[in-house]
């Protein structure tokens, strides 16, 4: 009988030991938790490594934990509808375009934990709760919704907040003709949305939205960034403030809104203040057309700008630059802008001293 446990015991080791080569030294478990091998994670796309050193630099930071002993047990490749990245958060803005990225699983300290990322940003996905799904389910349906219904760029709605409440009955307040209802009281949400100065309620729950209706707020904000030193020897060119204007409600998309005021420079109040800026009322009618690609803005400028800045004025261009681009990613989800002048990029270029040719 013992010679039998023995004969066992060796072919189990032996069993073992081919089934690790033929599977390679790669898929043994390294550190603390199951996961990607270390050769594993260094082999995998510069872009999906990014995403997860992201994701890992991030958890990090909010568990307080060491990032060794965060385990990585897969990277997957993804493309999401939109630039949400398939986690809707109140208050920002989003645009409807593609956005390949990755889906990023984890875990530590016992829990997992999935993000979404892409070019670097990453999102924490809502975790385990069914609730977090539906949530974000029903944040979708609405946004979409109410952008079909306004025929509006996905960027110009934004949630503005969601709250849980208790329907009397499966109708949700909107009972349709013919259709049965559970007459119970139903669990749901009143989803709060914003376009353009105007609000927007929904009630949902389970799968189905509805649109209750819309009303005007008090008024609408827009926000633009400004200088407070532009003297070359405060070395401030590039840092700017934002200023947060009330402005009256309009159809006006918020990009354009905001341009408007950029452009025109300071008011008479934000100048007393102290702020200052390349722009003024001579530059109000410069910018010719905003457009986006992806995350790219593309803004057209009227050719005034030799007229608008000295050649030399390299702490005006600065400002220009930090001005326009720092007010753009307020109202628009982008991370680069493209310049052009009258239509031409490379006018743009020579202008700012870029490239040969300058004018």
Same mark, same amino acid.
């Given at each position: 009988?013992?010679?039998?446990?023995i004969?066992?015991?060796?072919?189990?080791?032996?069993?073992?030991? /081919?089934?690790?080569?033929?599977?390679?030294?790669? =898929?043994i478990?390294?550190?603390?938790?199951?996961?990607?091998?270390?050769?594993? $994670?260094?082999?995998?796309?510069?872009? /999906? #490594?990014?995403?997860?050193? /992201?994701?890992?630099? =991030?958890?990090?930071?909010? &568990?307080?934990?060491?990032?060794?002993?965060i385990?990585?047990?897969?990277?997957?490749?993804?493309?999401?509808?939109?630039?949400?990245?398939?986690?809707i958060e109140?208050?920002? #803005? $989003?645009?409807?375009?593609?956005?390949?990225?990755?889906?990023?699983?984890?875990?530590?300290?016992?829990g997992p @934990?999935?993000?979404?990322?892409s070019s670097?940003?990453?999102v924490?996905?809502?975790?385990?709760?069914?609730?977090?799904?539906?949530?974000q389910?029903?944040?979708?349906?609405?946004?979409?919704?109410?952008?079909?219904?306004?025929?509006?760029?996905?960027?110009?709605?934004?949630?503005?907040?969601?709250?849980?409440i208790?329907?009397?009955?499966?109708?949700?307040?909107?009972?349709?003709?013919n259709?049965? @209802?559970?007459?119970v009281p139903?669990?749901? $949400?009143?989803?709060?949305?914003q376009?353009?100065?105007?609000? @927007?309620?929904?009630?949902?729950?389970?799968?189905?939205?509805?649109?209750?209706?819309?009303?005007?707020?008090?008024?609408?904000?827009?926000?633009v960034?400004?200088?407070?030193? &532009?003297?070359?020897?405060?070395?401030?060119?590039?840092?700017? $403030?934002?200023?947060?204007?009330?402005?009256?409600?309009?159809?006006?998309?918020?990009?354009? &809104? %905001?341009?408007?005021?950029?452009?025109?420079g300071?008011?008479?109040?934000?100048?007393?203040?102290?702020?200052?800026?390349p722009?003024?009322?001579?530059?109000?009618?410069?910018?010719?057309?905003?457009?986006?690609?992806?995350?790219?803005a593309?803004?057209?400028?009227?050719?005034?700008?030799?007229?608008?800045?000295?050649?030399?004025?390299?702490?005006?261009?600065?400002?220009?630059?930090?001005?326009?681009?720092?007010?753009?990613?307020?109202?628009?989800?982008?991370?680069?802008?493209?310049?052009?002048?009258e239509?031409?990029?490379l %006018?743009?270029?020579?202008?700012?001293?870029?490239?040969?040719?300058?004018?």
């Amino acid at each position: 009988m013992k010679k039998r446990l023995i004969r066992v015991a060796a072919v189990t080791s032996l069993l073992a030991l /081919a089934l690790v080569l033929v599977l390679g030294r790669d =898929n043994i478990v390294y550190g603390r938790g199951r996961g990607l091998t270390p050769a594993k $994670y260094r082999a995998l796309p510069a872009a /999906a #490594r990014a995403v997860a050193d /992201a994701t890992k630099a =991030n958890l990090a930071r909010d &568990l307080r934990v060491a990032p060794d002993r965060i385990a990585v047990l897969g990277v997957d490749s993804v493309s999401f509808p939109d630039t949400s990245l398939g986690v809707i958060e109140p208050g920002e #803005r $989003y645009l409807d375009a593609a956005t390949p990225g990755y889906v990023v699983r984890t875990m530590v300290a016992g829990g997992p @934990y999935t993000y979404h990322g892409s070019s670097g940003r990453v999102v924490a996905v809502p975790a385990g709760e069914e609730s977090a799904a539906v949530v974000q389910r029903l944040l979708r349906s609405s946004l979409y919704d109410l952008r079909e219904r306004l025929n509006v760029g996905l960027n110009e709605v934004v949630v503005q907040r969601i709250e849980p409440i208790e329907f009397p009955d499966g109708s949700l307040g909107a009972p349709e003709p013919n259709v049965p @209802y559970p007459l119970v009281p139903t669990p749901g $949400y009143e989803i709060k949305l914003q376009a353009r100065g105007v609000a @927007y309620r929904y009630w949902a729950a389970g799968d189905r939205i509805v649109y209750v209706g819309s009303f005007l707020e008090p008024g609408r904000t827009v926000t633009v960034y400004r200088h407070k030193d &532009l003297s070359p020897e405060a070395r401030q060119c590039g840092v700017v $403030y934002p200023l947060t204007r009330s402005v009256p409600v309009t159809s006006d998309a918020s990009s354009i &809104l %905001a341009l408007q005021h950029l452009f025109a420079g300071p008011t008479e109040a934000e100048a007393a203040q102290g702020y200052v800026s390349p722009f003024s009322e001579a530059t109000a009618g410069m910018w010719m057309g905003i457009r986006t690609q992806g995350r790219t803005a593309y803004l057209d400028l009227a050719d005034v700008l030799p007229a608008v800045l000295a050649a030399d004025d390299a702490c005006g261009r600065e400002a220009f630059l930090a001005e326009v681009e720092a007010t753009l990613k307020e109202v628009l989800p982008v991370e680069w802008v493209v310049y052009s002048i009258e239509g031409d990029p490379l %006018a743009f270029c020579q202008w700012m001293g870029w490239c040969e040719g300058g004018r």
